[in-house]
């Protein structure tokens, strides 16, 4: 294949990562909607049909002006999966900082970023490791990148617990409930919940965060873990919250569950919660400038 010359792939990942930005503000991943769309059907309670009906006109009034779908547009987190041998690999962190402080203003997005002691805007999104940035390496010259804007109604219900090994299975279900028992209709439900359980603490953390934004409605490869999921999907919709806290069967859309071996003396265990306005876009970009958006 051959390479698109330095300064024009720059711009080209440059605009794609713009584009994302302002795609992920918008428009949801189809299997949200569906999702919400199914709660609707399923629903009985006069106030969540109401809160769901909403939810989703809402949802097509963004789509079709092409607005923000929140007025919270989130902190930029960015999940970047990079070929081996695809250029820019020094200078890609500093293009997808420019990337979210151009989208800050020509989209535009609602400037979140503060200094956390200070609380000093800085007007762009961007700060001291903003965007926030996850890296994955592959075999290949060709870069994905998944934009994630992250709100904090949500964010901030999220929980870390480093439960004995002796609590075992009915500890990770009981932590994950009362989890969902104590936000409540803070992290505007219906829910995605992304559960982490293994690693350690930073670990732990990104395995939730890493469920929380799978696709739905797949499930764990694992068979065990994709039963667990369905276990833990229906006992958060028997806690009767429903959407938006007011009541009904559908507190959470899915319970997202991936894993990774820990210490023989822990057992840690994240909890991630994803309010309904699951945005994410993602795309592909190719050595010699060609682009493909999922």
Request: hydrophobic share 40%; aromatic share 4%; charged share 20%.
């Amino acid at each position: 294949m051959m390479f698109m010359n330095k300064a024009s792939l720059t711009q080209v990942v440059e605009e794609t990562t713009i584009k994302l930005l302002w795609l992920a503000s918008f428009d949801l991943p189809q299997g949200v909607e569906k999702a919400l769309r199914d709660a609707l059907n399923h629903e009985d309670d006069p106030i969540a049909r109401s809160q769901l009906s909403v939810i989703l006109k809402n949802i097509d009034i963004a789509r079709k002006k092409r607005v923000p779908i929140c007025q919270d547009t989130g902190i930029p987190m960015i999940h970047v999966i990079l070929g081996e041998d695809f250029p820019l690999k020094a200078i890609l962190p500093n293009i997808l900082r420019e990337a979210v402080r151009k989208a800050t203003i020509s989209i535009p997005l609602r400037p979140n970023a503060v200094h956390p002691f200070t609380r000093k805007n800085t007007s762009d999104n961007s700060g001291i490791h903003l965007p926030y940035l996850e890296w994955e390496i592959k075999h290949g010259d060709s870069l994905e990148i998944l934009v994630i804007p992250k709100g904090f109604g949500s964010e901030n219900m999220s929980q870390l617990g480093m439960l004995t090994p002796g609590e075992g299975l009915n500890g990770v279900k009981s932590f994950v409930l009362d989890c969902v028992v104590n936000a409540g209709g803070r992290p505007c439900p219906p829910t995605i919940i992304g559960v982490g359980v293994g690693l350690g603490v930073d670990g732990v953390m990104k395995l939730a965060r890493r469920a929380a934004i799978r696709p739905l409605p797949l499930r764990n490869e694992d068979p065990f873990i994709a039963s667990l999921e369905t276990q833990l999907l229906k006992l958060v919709n028997e806690t009767g919250i429903g959407p938006m806290g007011l009541g009904g069967k559908t507190t959470s859309l899915a319970v997202n569950i991936e894993i990774g071996h820990t210490h023989t003396g822990g057992l840690p265990v994240g909890v991630v919660f994803q309010c309904w306005a699951a945005r994410m876009a993602e795309a592909t970009v190719e050595s010699d400038g060609k682009v493909k958006i999922a």
